[in-house]
């Protein structure tokens, strides 16, 4: 089979997208301590611009008692002589007549509808309720160019360039109501017209909610378009917003990610253990609980023999031990010896057929197509293409997975529903975590609640928040960094869908991405050393784009004397994978398959196997002692 080529998509034109900052009115705060954001000009601006039909030269007010008086051309001159009967004459010249009748009243009856609605609902007066919303949310169903969930997508052309990214950002805010074309044109569902019933193979999932609500991301300032202030945002806000043209169903599910890797790899290679959990990595350290998924790996093969990635999808949460055993998907991928390119490809779910999956690296985004077990076309995407040179960073992308409406046709599924969408950082933080073990140096708090603040200078300087902001107990060197760790997560956004294929096709797409940068990395090593420097620099970063010994909980005097990998969230990791194992919990996440606890830091112990069933060596059971040489 022939290996992923990068390809371009052509792009078409669409209306511009209106990037004016909004005034925010924060209203509740969430579970997870994420704040949900009111704009009072949301509505009415999306709704003016978007679904108001456009003024006419021929818009006029009209009576709807009025007669409508048709000014009919003049009479033409007399015909010459023919040898058409009269008869057929006088059958065209009615028909001709019906005709015209028909294009009049068809064009009164357009003028009415649009002058009623800029008449009595002006834009400036709009009042949403649950009917007009329902009927201008169908209104914008039927037109597809009014709305792009789609996001972030140049010319090809400009997509190694230095300000690639502001080149970007400067189409999709432009105010030319013809811009430069963004690929690809995506709209929310399928037009049917007007009198005609949902066809019989039409979308099952639920449809768009009845009012449309911001962003959970509307609350944050609009993201850099320049790789390396777009890595700094991320590190201060912890998570990048959603791509503003993307229209979310409401959460049905959210799943939580952690990783186990193997000796002596890096983030490039193959990982040990996947677990996705329903509660957050800091729950789960206080009160263990198994994963609803794990995916165990086993690499093999690359000196001789032509190297081979497989991975087993189980449900260590099943009652009882045979469901927990039970493959829910396999995954199988054989490469090249020579060319690395791949031979075959295979994901098998526990019982049916093999599906097949494609991969397109692209210069504007990336995507993997699929059709699903129900016979419809998915497709996963990024927001922004997929780099990791020259400061560009991977986790600073956001997933979707879209869907068609169509059962067993050819649309593509940018023009459906958005299903399930993955970051890589949610933004979290525990404004009420408490550290049973710390005490703030400051102010002699014991145990230390809420925010905690870790010297990098002071090894054993502990702040909490309150003391930090007053500088109590600080010194003019003090560096701190924030003991907290924010999720890698999933959002299931419809409760028809499969969550297992979402998972397994998900963990594809992020196989298929690491290859890519592993091509990058071959290409231009210098960009793709300054990118991990960078990024290891960070909290954040130091978690994706880890090297084995930064999980040993050794701490390394830099140069300038500074615990240069004293980073808040590796302690986190390390302290939550801990403090899980000591409570009992197995298959934690964060650490290698030894390196916390007491040998059981997620992947198992080394003299026995895991509760989830899955083997991720040949000889079963959850060793620990694969190789994920690459």
Known sequence: MAPPIATSISPSPGPPTSHRPPQLIPTAQSQDNRYSYYDP????????????????????????????????????????????????????????????????????????VRSNSSVSNPSSQ???????????????????????????????????????????????????????????????SQAFPSGQTTPTNAYPFPTLPTLPSPHPTAHLPPAPEDPVELARYLEIHRQVPYPPQWALPPIVATFYQSFVFSRKTTWLDPLHSVFWRNVRFSENARN?????????????????????????????????????????????????????????????????????????????????????????RYKWVTHGPVSSVHGARYDTLRHALFVSTQRN???????????????????????????????????????LIGLRWKCKVCPSHESCDTCRLTQVGVKPTCKFTLVSLPDEALYIRS??????????????????????????KSRDPAGFAF?????????????????????????????????????????????GAKSAAESGGSQVGFGSEYSVGNGSSGGGSSSGGDSGGSSSSSSGGDSGGSSSSS
Request: proline share 8%.
């Open 288 to 376: 263990p609980v198994p994963p609803v998924f794990k995916l165990g790996f086993y690499a093999r093969g690359g000196h001789f023999r032509d190297p081979r990635l497989t991975w087993v999808m189980t449900n260590p949460a099943a009652p009882t031990r045979s469901e927990q055993m039970r493959e829910l998907w396999k995954y199988e991928l054989r490469r090249d010896l020579t060319t690395y390119e791949r031979k075959t490809e295979t994901l098998r779910p526990g019982k049916g057929r093999e599906i097949l999956c494609t991969y397109v690296h692209a210069a504007n985004y990336d995507s993997l197509n699929f059709i699903g077990t129900d016979g419809r």
């Open 126 to 188: 709009f009042t949403l309720t649950s009917s007009t919303a329902s009927t201008l949310l169908g209104d914008s169903l039927q037109q597809p160019t009014t709305v792009r969930p789609h996001s972030f997508h140049a010319s090809p052309s400009t997509s190694h360039d230095p300000n690639y990214f502001a080149h970007a950002s400067q189409l999709q805010l432009s105010s030319n109501p013809n811009p430069a074309n963004l690929a690809p044109e995506v709209v929310v």
């Open 531 to 575: 990118t991990e420097d960078m990024a290891r620099a960070n909290d954040l970063g130091r978690i994706r784009y880890f090297q084995a010994s930064d999980f040993d909980g050794k701490l390394r005097a830099g140069d300038d004397g500074a615990w240069d990998d004293c980073h808040g969230t590796m302690i986190a990791a390390l302290e």
């Open 41 to 112: 000009q949301y509505f009415d601006r999306n709704l003016s611009t978007q679904h108001i039909p456009p003024s006419t030269s021929i818009m006029q007010h009209h009576d709807a008692n009025a007669p409508v008086l048709a000014e009919l051309p003049a009479p033409p001159p007399p015909a010459p002589p023919t040898s058409t009967p009269a008869e057929q004459l006088n059958e065209d010249e009615l028909l001709a007549h019906k005709l015209q009748q028909m294009e009049v009243a068809e064009a009164e009856a357009h003028a009415r």
């Open 495 to 520: 409760p028809t869908v499969d969550i297992t294929i979402v998972i397994a096709t998900l963990q594809i797409m992020k196989d298929w991405e690491k290859y890519s940068m592993q091509r990058q």
């Open 409 to 447: 046709g050819n649309q593509d599924p940018l023009y459906g529903q958005i299903v399930a969408d993955h970051t890589y950082w949610d933004g979290f933080i525990d404004h009420k975590e408490v550290h049973a073990k710390v005490t703030c140096t400051g102010c002699a708090a014991f145990p």
